[in-house]
């Protein structure tokens, strides 16, 4: 008989969560889970659950308002990573690169949200499931064409 969310994830339930690298005057937004949260004090993108029948854009936007406050607008996706975690929770992580359009971050979950260089992002101690994107994302921003 299977109880709980681990037969889920044993059964492979993929949980899509979509992702915001906000990025404002060369600096990049960075939100530390809370002691109370899953991921406790690991830093990761603010986002979250995308609900069934809702678009990753849509959700993101949604998210950012509840968690932070701000408005923003999704500028292009990157490539989404699957991850899954020691206990059996299994991610599709899906980032997009995205600018504040209106307010200032103001963490209601967090316990804390910073903005830092992209050569000061490795630094941090990311959420498993991120550390491909931060790399990959890194890469993109050093050889990105400035028109
Ligand atoms: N928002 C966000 N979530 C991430 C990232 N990396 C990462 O592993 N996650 C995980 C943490 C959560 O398990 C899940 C996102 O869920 P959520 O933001 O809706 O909130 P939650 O803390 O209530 O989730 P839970 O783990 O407690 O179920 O994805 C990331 O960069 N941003």
């Known amino acids: 008989m299977f109880k709980g969310n681990a037969s889920l994830y044993s059964m492979g339930e993929t949980i899509k969560v979509c992702c915001a690298i906000l990025v404002d005057n060369d600096k990049i937004l960075c939100a530390q889970r809370s002691a109370t949260m899953s991921l406790p004090h690991k830093w990761e993108f603010p986002g979250g659950k995308i609900e069934p029948g809702e678009k990753p854009e849509h ?20 490539r989404s990573n699957f991850h899954r ?25 967090h316990q804390a949200v910073i903005w830092l260089g992209v050569n000061e992002l490795v630094g941090l101690d990311w959420a498993d499931a991120d550390v491909p994107i931060v790399d990959e994302f890194i890469k993109w921003y050093r050889h990105r064409r400035v028109d």
């Open 85 to 109: 975690y020691s206990e059996g929770k299994q991610i599709e992580l899906i980032p997009f690169l995205a600018r504040i359009v209106d307010g200032n971050p103001d963490p209601v979950e």
């Open 59 to 78: 959700a993101l936007k949604r998210e950012l308002s509840e968690e932070l406050g701000i408005e923003i607008e999704v500028l292009q996706g990157f």
